[in-house]
Structures are given as C-alpha cells and as structure tokens.
Nanobody, 129 residues
Framework: QLQLVESGGGLVQPGGSLRLSCASS????????IGWFRQAPGKEREGVSC????????NYVESVKGRFTISRDEAKNTVYLQMNSLKPEDTAVYYC??????????????????????WGQGTQVTVSS
C-alpha cells in the first residue's frame, strides 16, 4: 500500500508562489508515478501535472504550463509541485495520487482519475488579494 500526505498549501496573493509536497511511504514497488490533481468548489477534480516512476518524464496540463514545475526527491520519498505566477483560478484543494502500474514507469497520465490507485487527503490552495 502506498500512503501519500500532501502539505504546503495556504493563502497567497495573485502572482505569488507556493510549493506543495507529497510525501510517500509504504510502497513495495520499485517505481511509482505521482500525479497532482485539484478540485475547485463546484467543479470536478482535474489533473494538473504528473511525474513518471523513474522521474524521466513530467507532463502538465495546458493551463499550468510554464508556471508549475513538478519534481521528485527519491532520497526523501517526496514529490514537489512548485507553483509560480499563481492566479485566482488556481484556487482549489490539491491532491497527490500514486500509481504503481508498469505503464507509468517511464511516462505518466494527467488523467483520468482512475489511472491512479492511491490518494492523499488534499491541501487547500487559495489565491486571493
């Protein structure tokens, strides 16, 4: 079983930055992909970014390209989502999710949700002046 815990959310002004962390534990798999998703009030959960099991591939949805950067620190079993130039429309609960599928060792999907089997509890990001 893969346990995931997000942290780093908070309140930030438009144009500001935040770094989210997704700490993992309990995995027996050699590699697992991590995806970041978000859910705004009244909206469906959507993919934001992902990083492959080996860390060789990162993917982003169009709305965050050039602003968000995903990375992973294997020594700390942690995946980060650096979010710059934040906009009010980035306000949401952000979730990280894990996949141990062999299909995601060298690539990863930003969706759909059922590509991922393990989920964290989420962290709130609010972008407001």
């Amino acid at each position: 079983q893969l346990q995931l815990v997000e942290s780093g959310g908070g309140l930030v002004q438009p144009g500001g930055s935040l770094r989210l962390s997704c700490a993992s534990s309990g995995s027996t798999a050699d590699y697992y992909a991590i995806g970041w998703f978000r859910q705004a009030p009244g909206k469906e959960r959507e993919g934001v970014s992902c990083i492959s099991g080996t860390g060789s591939r990162a993917n982003y949805v169009e709305s965050v390209k050039g602003r968000f950067t995903i990375s992973r620190d294997e020594a700390k079993n942690t995946v980060y989502l650096q979010m710059n130039s934040l906009k009010p429309e980035d306000t949401a609960v952000y979730y990280c999710a894990g996949s141990i599928s062999v299909m995601h060792v060298n690539d990863c999907p930003t969706g759909p949700l059922n590509e991922y089997d393990y989920w964290g509890q989420g962290t709130q990001v609010t972008v407001s002046s």
